[in-house]
């Protein structure tokens, strides 16, 4: 029994090393095809969540982002929308913003060449300040922070 324990060991240790050798070269090509299946998806922490409204206007488009309260393991009571403007040209322009689809303006952005200036229009008190902002090679991204 020994003898044969010592086979099926040495025979699975073979087949383990001939298979690394084997497909080492092709690991590149599986990383890509392991992240484009259905199932891999970046966490909206990191993505800003789903895009649920894009606008377009002469000099830029703006993409709105689904708020994002999730966390692990349950979801937090304070999170971010995330609104990305890409443009030629976004300096001197003032957008408004509804970030709940509810017919109301909550917010106003106005772009200056230093920081984008925020102005909150509502009175809702479950959007708080400017999160962070960050510019990018043809526009901004804005996280609005929020509370639920």
């Known amino acids: 029994m020994k003898i044969i324990r010592s086979i099926l060991g040495h025979l699975l240790g ?15 090509s599986f990383s890509e095809t392991l992240a484009e ?12 969540g789903t895009m649920i409204d894009t606008s377009n206007n002469d000099n830029y488009q703006r993409y709105l982002h689904q708020p994002v309260f999730k966390s692990f393991p349950s979801e937090k009571k304070e999170g971010f ?7 030629d040209s976004l300096e001197h322009i003032t957008d408004t ?6 017919g109301k303006n909550d917010f106003s952005v106005r772009f200056s060449s230093s920081k984008p200036e925020i102005k909150i229009l509502s ?17 901004y991204i804005i996280r609005m ?4």
């Not at 073979?14 to 590149?28: D, E, K, Q």
């Open 14 to 28: 073979l087949l383990a090393v001939f298979l690394i050798v084997i497909l080492f070269p092709g690991l590149g």
């Open 123 to 139: 009175d809702s008190s479950k959007i708080k300040k400017m999160k962070t902002y960050s510019k990018i090679e043809r526009g």
């Open 81 to 87: 929308v995330q609104i990305t403007w890409e443009g």
């Open 145 to 148: 922070h929020l509370i639920r």
């Open 37 to 48: 299946l259905p199932f891999m998806k970046i966490h909206p922490l990191y993505s800003g």
């Open 97 to 102: 913003i509804d970030y709940n689809l509810d």
